[in-house]
């Protein structure tokens, strides 16, 4: 499994979301941790491509926020993702043999 780490700095609008998963796919990754985020609003959603984007919110001061970008061959594993913190989240996989 290969899991990555990017600093997104801000994906509070379409565009810069965009334009993070076109960086994505110049790379091999099974899920990638979003930092930084800053978004107010959570987001769940299926990209075109079947990845999986999950974004958490960020603190009054539109500081933080945390997500992670899961990868097709890993989406049917992932149920949920829960934002523990502005810093930290987790997904809530199920194991499916």
Known sequence: MTVCTF???????EASIEDSMMQARKIRYDVIGLT???????LNATLDT?????LGTCNSRGVGGVGVLVNTNLVMNIDSFEQLTTR????VD????
């Open 50 to 54: 079947g990845e999986e984007l999950f």
């Open 7 to 13: 600093n997104a700095r801000t994906l509070a609008s």
């Open 94 to 97: 199920q194991y499916r043999p």
């Open 88 to 91: 930290i989240g987790q997904d």
């Open 36 to 42: 930084e985020t800053r978004g107010h609003r959570p």
